[in-house]
């Protein structure tokens, strides 16, 4: 799988701000929405995102029934999701550990995110209601 490009100074500055060490990065106000997986699905409900505004990364909750995790976005304010793939059109998946920042890679244009447990064709169902947190900015 080919890998993505983080801007690793903002993930930097993004876990300085989750840990309270520091303001938020460039002075960008970034706020905090809750994508819920209910119990025994695998798919969240949509986070909005705002006009001008990017999504930071998601913040998997302290349970978690092991699953990598993957996106769907939309462009079209949640009409139409789509897998999120790099260029070569592999699926963006992550490996997740309980309690941990999970940094989006850069993309412009999404107005709402899906977060799945597993992938798209490997879908895990959660055990429990599991709340991640979105960070948008």
């Given at each position: 799988m080919a890998e993505l490009d983080?801007?690793?100074?903002?993930?930097?500055a993004a876990n300085a701000y989750l840990n309270g060490t520091a303001p938020p990065p460039d002075a960008v106000t970034?706020?905090?929405?809750?994508?819920?997986?209910?119990?025994?699905a695998s798919l969240s409900d949509s986070?909005?995102?705002?006009?001008g505004q990017v999504i930071w990364g998601v913040i998997i909750p302290s349970a978690w029934t092991a699953a990598q995790i993957s996106f769907d976005v939309s462009h079209d304010s949640g009409v139409t999701y789509t897998s999120l793939r790099d260029p070569a059109g592999n699926e963006h998946v992550n490996a997740v550990a309980v309690s941990t920042f999970i940094p989006f890679p850069t993309?412009?244009?999404v107005t709402n995110i899906k977060i799945?447990?597993?992938?798209?064709?490997?879908?895990?169902a959660?055990?429990?209601?599991r709340l991640l947190t979105v960070l948008v900015g």
């Open positions: 983080f801007n690793t100074a903002v993930v930097k970034v706020t905090a929405s809750t994508a819920t997986i209910a119990n025994g986070v909005a995102v705002g006009a993309v412009v244009g799945r447990s597993g992938i798209s064709g490997t879908v895990v959660q055990g429990a209601q």
